[in-house]
């Protein structure tokens, strides 16, 4: 049985190598399904995110994000709703936020042919995605609710107006507000403020901050630098695992509703922009290219042993940065390693087998290469013998 195969490597060495870069591939994959990230950065959460915050921002990424009724993304905004009559649009995230305390800043512009213009557009973080008449969203959302209601049904001039509303998914919305502009207490309206926004020529930030269950809303009109706290509210329990989203209506008026950009951080004090979920993915996913890299160079069986030395080296380091993690994040990560791990474990046994196979077979092929050479010579020994002997005899005749 040969263990030789083209090129100058053994079986067992190609066998090897081939499963090994298999494992790997299937390894990668599977680490590129989800990219959860939990950065203390800006732009560097991709799983809650789209557009840019930035003041020259670039094209709109939107993965992890879904368009709905009158959404249309264009280069650098989503549109929720065009300038017209009775429109409906909605931008979901699709991965649940995984963050206790965080902080997002978006970017918004309304904007219309008319003086007045309506009903206004809506960011959310909610523990369900439910469409409906308040603000495209259903009354009894569970989450918060931060509103910009741009039409003033009351004629008092409150409007446009930010509302920050929090609901445990039984209250009603109470649309009439006091002398003072205000809604009783115990409504879902923790607070809010004027904004006047509407058909200005930059667009206006709104900060949203939430750290040990206080709730803080700040923003910048019309994007002066100068930030204004609208609202801010102590013990607002918001549940993780729910999602962000921006919802745009129109009614018998209309404006355009754009959002140019969204981002976050996140504020636990634990969290490290390259020490994120998302960011020990893609540094394993890095590590594991490496060895992929160094595991196409060298084809030698003895490479082969420090190839998976190399990598059981890498999947070490790899559990101590998991160790860091938070147990809720690990998910589908941790088992993509242990699936890794174990596939290693059995190829290096497999190796191992075929390696001592190997071995034996050359082995017996050894001791009979040199029966062979004794054969050899005990065979021309022995015509030696008998040319040496018929000699001799030859000479005794004569």
Known sequence: VS???????????AWMTFLLKLVLLVSLLSL???TWSSSSDYGQNPQHEFGSVSVNPGPPPIPYWTLEGAAVAFEEYVRLTPDRQSQNGAIWNTEPNHFGNWE??????????????????????????????????????????????????????????????????????????????????????????????????????????????????????GSTGKWTKCASAVNVYLATMGYFGFTGTTGQLADNHDVYG???KNLDPNAHSLESYGHKKTNTIEYLSRINYEL????????????????????????????????????DYQTVLNEVKSSLKQISHTYKAADNQSSSILTILWYLVLLLLVLAVVYFGFIIYRVFIKNRASQHLY
């Open 32 to 34: 590129f399904r989800t």
């Open 104 to 221: 997002i800043l978006f970017k918004v512009l309304i904007h219309g042919q008319g003086s007045l213009g309506a009903d206004g557009m809506g960011f959310w973080y909610v523990t369900q995605k439910q469409s409906g008449s308040f603000f495209g969203v259903t009354e009894l959302f569970q989450g918060l609710g931060v509103v910009i209601d741009t039409y003033d049904n009351e004629g008092k001039g409150y409007h446009p107006r930010l509302m920050v509303l929090v609901n445990d998914g039984t209250k009603h919305y109470e649309h009439q507000h006091d002398a003072q502009g205000q809604h009783q207490a115990g409504s879902v309206e923790l607070g809010g403020c004027s904004v006047l926004l509407r058909n200005l020529v930059r667009p206006t930030f709104v900060k949203v901050s939430y750290y040990n269950r206080e709730l803080t809303v700040e923003t910048d009109v």
């Open 262 to 264: 969204f981002s976050i």
């Open 296 to 331: 196409s160079f060298g084809s030698e069986v003895q490479n082969v042993d420090f190839q998976i030395e190399h990598i059981q080296s890498t999947l070490r380091r790899i559990d101590g940065v998991l160790n860091r993690i938070p147990t809720q994040a690990q998910g």
């Open 3 to 13: 263990t030789q195969s083209t090129g100058g490597q053994t079986a067992p060495d």
